[in-house]
C-alpha cells in the first residue's frame, strides 16, 4: 500500500462515517399480535419466521401470563399478571375492556416519552363504542365488530363499514392501514409504536363450536393452500388415559371421528387465514426496509394465546395451564439484538411491556411484573432459574413454570398436577401423587403461593 493510499483511507472513514445516518436514539417499535395462534400453526408463516426470527431472535419458551384473549393483552399493556391488572376473564365483571385502567399503559408511557403511536385491530373484548378511544393513542382503527368480511372499524372516532369484496378482505384491510401509517411515520425524525392485532386465527363469530360458518376465513388468494391438513396428531391428541388430569378433563369423552373433522377443517381454515398475517409482516418489513427505518426498529410478532386442537380430549380451548394453550410464539428482532438464533429461557407476556420500555427510554406508570428481555436474548444463559406464573380464571388452576417442572392447583378443588416437562413435554402423566416427588411438589406449592400475590421484584 502507497503512503499516499494510506494517508487518505482515515479520510474516506470518516467522510463515510458523516455520511452514515446515526441510529435512532429512541428505537421505533412494531407488533404484530395474532389471536387464538397454537405453536403448531407457525407452519402457515414462514416469511414471519425468516423475516423477524431468521434476522432476530426466536424465545422457544415463551408463555402467556393468562392464555386468554382479553387478560393476556392487558399483559402486554401493563406489564403486570391478571392479579395485579384486574382483567381475570373475556367479559363483565371479572374481565373486559371497562376492567382495565386505561390511564396507564405501555401506549400513555410511549407517548410521553415522545412517541407517535397507532392502534390497527382488535382491541380488547368488549370494546364497542366508536367515540370511545383510550388514552396514549395519536392514530386508532380498532375493530368494533368481528368478520373477516362486513365489519366495522372505528377509524380515529368515525365508524367506517366495510363489505364482502375481495379488497374488504379484514388482514388486508388492516395492512393497509399499517403500511399507511409507517409510509406518512419514517419520514419524520419522531419515532413511532403501532401496533397491529388482526383477527385471525380466531373464529368468525364471538362464539364458536369451531364448526361452519365460524371458522375463520382464508383470504381469497390463500383458499386451499393447506388442503389435507389435519390437526397434530401429538400424543395428547384424543389422550386414551387422563386418569391422571383433573375432573373436568376426566369428565369428557374421547374425540368422535364427527369431531376430529370438525377439527382438522377448523385447523385448515385457521392456516389459511394465517397466511394473510404472514403476508401483512412481509409487507410491513419491506416498508420499513424502503424507509431506511428497519435498523432502527423493534419488530415483535406474537400472540395472545395458544390453542387446543383435540388436545387432552379438548378442542376450542384456550385459558389451560397445558402447554398447547400456554405457550405462545414470540419472535423479536431490532437494534442491538443478535440475529438469527433461538433461545430456550422461560419468558412471559410480563416481560414484553418492559423490553419496549427499556429500549425506549420510556418509564412506566405502574409497578411492572416483567423484566426486560434485551439480555436475554443477547446471552443464551442469562435469566436461568427463572419461575413463571400461569393463571386461568374459568377452572381456577394457577401454575408455576420452573426449570424442567410444572406444577398446577386448583384453589377451590385443592385438585393438582406435576407434569417434567423436559421428559414429557406433552403432559401425558402428572406426577403429583408419586411420592417420589413429593420434595419437588412442595417447593414449587410454596413458590406458587408465593408468585399468585407478587408483585414488581417479587414476580422477576
Known amino acids: 500500500m502507497s503512503r499516499r493510499l494510506a494517508r487518505l483511507l482515515p479520510l474516506a472513514a470518516l467522510a463515510l462515517l458523516l455520511l452514515t445516518p446515526a441510529a435512532r436514539a429512541q428505537p421505533n417499535v412494531v407488533v404484530v399480535m395474532t389471536d387464538d395462534q397454537a405453536l403448531s400453526q407457525m407452519r402457515a408463516l414462514p416469511k414471519t419466521k425468516a423475516l423477524i426470527g431468521g434476522a432476530g431472535v426466536t424465545f422457544e419458551r ?8 382479553c387478560p393476556n393483552r392487558a399483559t402486554f399493556l401493563t406489564g403486570q399478571y391478571p392479579h395485579n391488572h384486574g382483567v381475570r376473564d373475556n367479559e363483565p365483571p371479572h374481565g373486559g375492556y371497562s376492567k382495565l385502567d386505561h390511564s396507564e399503559t405501555l401506549p ?92 385471525a386465527p380466531h373464529v368468525a363469530g364471538v362464539r364458536s363450536d369451531i364448526g361452519e360458518p365460524d371458522n375463520p376465513q382464508g383470504a381469497p388468494r390463500h383458499q386451499g393452500d393447506f388442503k389435507g391438513a389435519i390437526a397434530p396428531r401429538t400424543p395428547n391428541y384424543n389422550e386414551r388415559d387422563v386418569s391422571d388430569k383433573p375432573r373436568y378433563i376426566r369428565r369428557q369423552r374421547l374425540l368422535s371421528r364427527q369431531q376430529k373433522t370438525k377439527i382438522d377443517t377448523h385447523f385448515r381454515s385457521t392456516l389459511e387465514s394465517l397466511s394473510a398475517v404472514d403476508d401483512m409482516v412481509q ?54 439484538l443478535p440475529a438469527g438464533v433461538a433461545r430456550n429461557q422461560l419468558v412471559s407476556s410480563v416481560d414484553i411491556a418492559p423490553t419496549i420500555l427499556e429500549l425506549a427510554g420510556a418509564t412506566p406508570g405502574r409497578v411492572v411484573d416483567g423484566r426486560s428481555l434485551r439480555v436475554p436474548a443477547r446471552r443464551a444463559g442469562a435469566g436461568a432459574g427463572r419461575d413463571l406464573l400461569i393463571e386461568t380464571f374459568n377452572d381456577r388452576f394457577f401454575a408455576v413454570r420452573s426449570g424442567r417442572w410444572k406444577y398446577a392447583r386448583n384453589q377451590s378443588t385443592g385438585e393438582e398436577q406435576l407434569f417434567n416437562i423436559a421428559t414429557d413435554p406433552r403432559e401425558l402423566e402428572s406426577l403429583h401423587a408419586d411420592r ?18 407478587c408483585a414488581g421484584a417479587s414476580c422477576r
Open 62 to 69: 415463551s408463555y402467556a401470563a393468562q392464555p386468554k384473549c
Open 108 to 199: 400513555v408511557w410511549l407517548d410521553r416519552a415522545g412517541y407517535e403511536t397507532a392502534f390497527i385491530g382488535k382491541y380488547m373484548n368488549g370494546y364497542n363504542r366508536v367515540g370511545d378511544i383510550p388514552p396514549g393513542w395519536d392514530e386508532w382503527a380498532a375493530l368494533i365488530d368481528f368478520g373477516y368480511y362486513n365489519f366495522t372499524l372505528n377509524d380515529d372516532g368515525e365508524s367506517v363499514s366495510y363489505g364482502s369484496s375481495p379488497a374488504d378482505y379484514q388482514t388486508d384491510v388492516l395492512a393497509d392501514r399499517a403500511a399507511d401509517f409507517i409510509d406518512r411515520s419514517a419520514p419524520a425524525q419522531q419515532p413511532f409504536f403501532l401496533w397491529v392485532a388482526p383477527q
Open 283 to 336: 409487507r410491513l418489513r419491506n416498508r420499513l426496509h424502503a424507509s431506511g427505518e428497519l435498523a432502527d426498529t423493534l419488530f415483535v410478532f406474537t400472540s395472545d394465546n395458544g390453542y387446543f386442537f383435540g388436545n387432552h380430549r379438548s378442542f376450542c380451548c384456550k385459558d389451560e395451564i397445558y402447554e398447547e394453550a400456554a405457550r405462545v410464539p414470540l419472535l423479536v428482532r431490532g437494534p442491538g
Open 436 to 453: 417420589r416427588y413429593r420434595d419437588v411438589k412442595l417447593r414449587l406449592r410454596q413458590k406458587l403461593a408465593q408468585l399468585k400475590v
